[in-house]
């Protein structure tokens, strides 16, 4: 939509999965290269167990903070039926790296509704989709919540494809490093590494 | 200096620390409540509060002008009804030190009972609003709204939304400039609005927007905050504010021309005019109410709003193109799976549970109760599989609303629910009519130490305040005595103890005459003190079921529990599983175990 070059990632997942830390961190990391930045964080009541959606735009000049449909260059689910949801906003040519992880939501839990299956298959034939198990990777780093940042890591790879050398040149692990708690510098440092080497 | 990521709300509560604000008061609501939250933080340096409601807010705020200080009230926007009283008269009176309300309103109806546009308080309480488009421009403006207010003795409306308040952007902040106090001189004249003195407060406020109609045309257009953005091709204009603004540019591009408007009453109709007269097509761009197209309609000038732009719901950029040039949305991609929706729920271990567990049985054997509900996580109540509110209307209406069901019906007994944040904002007032005015009204409080649905904020039933201070506790039951209740009819319960608070539900459906139940327990989400653990048995434990005894007759998932899962067996998911034991009580088959000590 936007006429200049105002580039649009989305972290979709559910309250509580660390969607807002991941985007710090990605819009440090993107505010060091220069670029305008804009960062929306959508949720209803995301503690309560809602859906949440952060949106990043970047480029010389940002005007609108809210990502359309059909704009999104990168979209990363930390949840796998939140990327079913968000697949419209995927550009043409956009990437999707989904997180093989199952949150079910309440009309799940009271049987009400069926949790979706086949998820990837349908991903698949709509859009370049990369699935992980960040999962699985942040518990055998010994820690499942660094999962966000194993996704992190990811987002980092798939966006540096469409981006200049620079980018995946920032220090990411010492934004990482900056950003999280002292005790857990080590793990989410290994936890990006690892990330980043999925793809 | 350095640039920062910020939100609308952080680059608001930085502007008002530099402009020299001393006092800041606010009851929280979505989308405004950080904002007091980030000034708090400047303690020693400026003083902020909780209030128990918007009114006492700005009445407070406004005291701290009277006294000589830059002061600040922030709310959402249904807040501002509550301080509406208060705000039209401040508005006559004029101001001592600058004073600014912050309403942060809610397009789109993400966490807010209505979308009401309060743009048009501006018109109706007569005094001069700004509106910023994202966090720089709130940073900005907040500095400049408390020149205007002094420089024109008046209040100033400052309106955000949904979008400016919680989007982040970059916003290079400065120093805080620290301001003398303005010395106190009494003049009765000025401040005591009786009618003799209004009767000269009035004229005078006309002269006023004169005066800064004046000003939003020149000085507001010199400092860029009324501007002109000129593309070489005029054929097309927009005229937009707020966040609108950032929606119009992405959809209309660079090659059109705009005129962005910061400072949207009095609005610069000259200045509007002109740009009017210089371009071929005109566009307004806005959300909700067409608020500037009315008044630009009025001036006789032509203009394309809300023919084509929704006059209802947020907009963004698509939703501006398709308005505009009748784009049709990206090709959804048609496809046979849909996401399951993901409704927010009351948490594993909330306190809510237990109680609106047994009003919901209740209704299901005899249907014979009315449930008027109120404003808070208990909302979500209404919700299957519990559907156990009735109404909900606004802030401290459940048990007024149930005042009057009360006194009228025949068939119903009524009962209403609110929170303890939400009982000492409004809720206060209503419970003294309904024993004052006795109504055979069953008030329900439900005390979970904490305002828990904005994000825990302290209250003064709490014993904390905002800044971190240690207060005095609001003893609800002692309040509740002092109205006039019967004997024996104050209960206070356990919620999460289900034959409790079915027994105390029985003793108040046979007390003829007003009777109030309190539930008290802590907030599943509340960060625990030294008090709550010596008050409530807070140990680790989770409920796990027993497959061996369990019948799957499904009764538990009665309670809505977002940790009981249904699927080929009945199982309870151990991370989310606080251990309430609402479940257990539940199970007529004895086959849900405790766990203490966790996993």
């Not at chain 2, 680059?11 to 989308?31: D, H, I, L, M, N």
């Not at chain 2, 980030?38 to 005291?63: C, D, H, R």
């Not at chain 2, 009401?116 to 403006?141: C, G, I």
């Not at chain 2, 504010?241 to 610069?268: C, H, I, R, W």
Request: proline share 5%; charged share 20%; net charge negative.
């Amino acid at each position: 939509m936007a006429s200049n070059d105002t580039k649009n990632i989305l972290l979709v997942g559910v309250g509580g999965q660390g969607t807002i830390l991941a985007s710090n961190i990605l819009s440090t990391g993107l505010i060091s290269l220069g670029y305008d930045v804009k960062m929306s964080e959508i949720h209803g009541m995301s503690q309560r167990g809602g859906n949440v959606s952060t949106q990043i735009r970047f480029g010389s000049k940002v005007n609108s903070p809210i990502v359309g449909k059909g704009e999104a260059d990168v979209i990363v689910a930390f949840e796998k039926m939140e990327a079913l949801r968000w697949v419209d906003y995927l550009r043409p040519n956009g990437s999707m790296i989904v997180n093989d992880f199952v949150i079910p939501p309440l009309p799940v839990l009271t049987g009400a509704e069926i949790y979706p299956r086949g998820i990837i298959e349908e991903l698949e034939k709509k859009a370049a989709v990369t699935v992980i198990d960040a999962g699985g990777i942040a518990e055998s780093l010994g820690n499942a919540k660094a999962m966000n940042v194993v996704l992190l890591g990811a987002t980092i790879k798939a966006l540096s494809e469409k981006m200049p050398d620079s980018f995946i040149k920032v220090d990411w692990a010492g934004i990482v490093s900056s950003t999280v708690k002292a005790q857990f510098v080590e793990l989410n440092v290994k936890a990006l590494s690892e990330g980043m080497n999925l793809l | 200096m350095v640039k920062k990521l910020l939100t609308g709300n952080e680059a608001v509560a930085r502007g008002a620390y530099e402009a020299g604000v001393k006092f800041a008061s606010a009851y929280p609501g979505t989308p405004s409540t950080e904002i007091l939250e980030s000034i708090a933080k400047y303690k020693g340096e400026l003083y902020a509060e909780w209030a128990p409601n918007e009114k006492v807010a700005y009445e407070s705020a406004f005291g701290a002008s009277l006294a000589g200080v830059r002061s600040l009230a922030t709310m959402k926007h249904v807040g501002v009804n509550v301080a509406a009283d208060p705000l039209f008269t401040s508005v006559y009176t004029g101001v001592t030190g600058g004073i600014v309300l912050v309403s942060a309103d809610d397009p789109g109806m993400h966490s807010s009972q209505n979308e009401q546009d309060n743009r048009h308080y501006a018109l109706a309480a007569k005094l001069p609003m700004l509106e910023p488009s994202d966090s720089e421009e709130s940073y900005e403006l907040i500095k400049l709204a408390y020149d205007i207010s002094e420089r024109f003795n008046t209040p100033v409306l400052f309106r955000m939304t949904t979008r400016v308040c919680h989007s982040r952007s970059l916003v290079e902040t400065g120093e805080r400039v620290e301001r003398e106090d303005i010395p106190y001189e009494k003049n009765i004249k000025k401040y005591v609005a009786t009618p003799a003195n209004a009767h000269i407060m009035r004229p005078a406020l006309i002269e006023r927007l004169k005066d800064l109609r004046e000003y939003s045309e020149t000085e507001a257009v010199s400092l860029g905050v009324n501007r002109a953005e000129w593309a070489d091709d005029k054929s097309v204009g927009v005229v937009t504010s707020g966040v609108s603004y950032q929606y119009a540019k992405d959809a209309f591009g660079e090659d059109v021309s705009y005129l962005k408007l910061g400072m949207t009453n009095p609005l610069p109709l000259d200045l509007i005019k002109d740009f009017a007269s210089k371009v071929g097509k005109l566009y307004v761009v806005e959300e909700l109410d067409p608020y500037l197209e009315d008044q630009l309609k009025q001036e006789g000038i032509e203009v394309i709003g809300k023919e084509v732009i929704p006059v209802w719901n947020e907009l963004n950029a698509d939703i501006v193109a398709n308005a505009v040039f009748g784009r049709t949305e990206a090709q959804e991609k048609s496809s046979e799976l849909v996401a399951v929706p993901r409704p927010p729920a009351m948490c594993a271990g909330c306190p809510h549970r237990g109680l609106f567990y047994v009003l919901s049985s209740h209704n299901k054997k005899h249907d014979d109760l009315m449930i008027t509900g109120d404003i808070g996580c208990y909302t979500l109540s209404s919700a299957p599989p519990l559907s156990a509110i009735d109404s909900c209307i606004c802030m401290g209406a459940s048990i007024s609303m149930g005042h009057g069901a009360a006194k009228i019906s025949k068939t119903h007994r009524v009962v209403s629910v609110i929170g303890d944040s939400t009982f000492l904002h409004t809720g206060v007032n209503s419970l003294m009519n309904a024993v004052y005015n006795s109504s055979n009204l069953i008030t329900i409080i439900l005390d979970n130490r904490i305002t828990a649905m904005t994000g825990q904020q302290q209250n003064p039933g709490t014993g904390f305040t905002l800044q971190g201070e240690v207060a005095p506790e609001v003893d609800i039951p002692l309040l509740c005595k002092s109205f006039g209740f019967g004997e024996g009819a104050i209960h206070v319960v356990n919620p999460l103890d289900l034959g409790q608070t079915e027994a105390a539900l029985e003793k108040a459906l046979e007390t003829d005459g007003p009777s109030v139940i309190i539930t008290k327990w802590p907030c599943v989400l509340k960060k625990m003190n030294e008090e709550d653990r010596k008050a409530f048995d807070l140990a680790k434990r989770t409920c796990r079921v027993d497959q061996e005894k369990c019948k799957k007759c499904k009764l538990c998932l009665a309670c809505g529990c977002p940790a009981i899962y249904n699927g080929d067996e009945i199982t309870i998911e151990q991370e989310s599983c606080t251990g309430c034991k609402v479940c257990q009580q539940i199970c007529p088959f004895d086959a849900i175990e405790v766990i203490e000590n966790g996993k």
